[in-house]
């Protein structure tokens, strides 16, 4: 399939019609994986037009048949009763073809989480993976044509900010979901208005993650490291900025640092490896510069931060690094205030609750938060009192599908997984019944 040059009817995919366009190189521990070209125009205009045919057909379809390719949720309107007799209902409709663009960082899963909800609420799907993860979106193809999904439905376009430009602004789409960036979601958001469609943003964070001192230890120090080390730090909703209550920072340290040299890093296809590499070179590179910076700003490094390479002579080229815990950090450093994304934890002492949030809330970002406790009252009170999307108390990253996920502030907007899903891949259409005369004002 890697390096086909048509398209590959029914899910269709392009991965190099443009001969024009230089192909980009997907590496991996830099031996090259496949070569793909970006999508132009005309393919791009293909792909929405095969996927608007299939929706045609798809959006009449009862949600039973639909439930027979993919797991439908239960769409429903509502009836509202009239003076009279007359009365008025809602239906819940689908939008048309709808866009999802995704970052590199969980390729299969973002793919996943948007055409799922979207091709159950009758929509077709556009989808534009990063180009850094091109293929694992193809293979979601296969498997949802395998399912039975209609020829078109799931189209995957391959390319990056030029083909998802075109996307976003092509007149025959209606919705654009998006993850990645805050800049690019911004850009997004901006051609999106331009054409009235319908945006879900999905961008990233700088989460706090508190740990009260009458809290169960060692889970809070387990939680520190999912909520940092979990797939290398490349987590959008990762809880790095973990502010401990000061009367228990030296314990915590103490077993944080133990358990984080613990971790093994290596080949991630091996059942024991618990951390892989990161994504490329210039994002290593960017990592360890958080790193340095922080150091410079008067950081302590406890442990890691450092490149590595693997004993296996296959993953030398690999960008690994070892997973770091900074001390000494305060609330206006870099490695505090930006998202780094990697491997990078950031420990602040705290003094009081009132205090804490405040200071947890200082910050453009609203994705996620999460609480430490036994106190069962300050726990939902802490909950309440985060400005963010989730806020996970006494565990962190848990995020099955039926559980919305989604931001506030510059985190974005719309959610993602969960019933609620449904709004955001639908409209409403209201009809109004009357059942007696026409009352006419002429
Ligand atoms: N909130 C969430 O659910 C998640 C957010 N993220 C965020 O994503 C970022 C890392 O991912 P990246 O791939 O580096 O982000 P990115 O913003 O550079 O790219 C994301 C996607 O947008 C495309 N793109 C780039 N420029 C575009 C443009 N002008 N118009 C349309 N599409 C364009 C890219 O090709 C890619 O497919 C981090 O900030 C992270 O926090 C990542 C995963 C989940
Ligand atoms: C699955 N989870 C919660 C660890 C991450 C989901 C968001 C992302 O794609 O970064």
Known sequence: MIGCTTWLHPYVFYLGAQPA???????CVGRILCQMVPCGAEEVDEAIKSAHAAYLQWRKMAGMERARVICVLFIKGQHIQLPGGSFAYTRREP?????????????FQIASWKSAPALACGNAMVFKPSPMTPVTAVILAEIYKEAGVPDGL????????DTGTLLCQHPKVAKVSF???????KKVMEMSAKGVKQVTLELGGKSPLLIFKDCELENAVKGALMANFLTQGEVCCNGTRVYVQREIMPQFLEKVVKRTKAIPVGDPLLDGTRMGALISKPHLEKVLGFVSQAKKEGAKVLCGGEPIVPSDPNLKGGYFMAPCVLDNCRDDMTCVKEEIFGPVMSVLPFDTEEE???RANNTTFGLASGVFTRDISRAHRVAENLEAGTCFINNYNISPVEVPFGGYKMSGFGRENG????????????????????DSLF
């Open 154 to 161: 799931f189209c995957v376009v391959q390319g990056g900010a």
């Open 95 to 107: 939008l048309g073809v709808c866009v999802g663009i995704g970052a590199w960082n969980y390729p």
């Open 179 to 185: 993850t990645g960036s805050v800049p690019t979601g």
């Open 21 to 27: 366009c230089k192909p980009a190189n997907l590496v």
């Open 419 to 438: 019933q609620v899903t449904i709004e955001y891949y639908s409209q409403l259409k209201t009809v109004v019944v009357e059942m007696g005369d026409v």
């Open 356 to 358: 804490v949030i405040g």
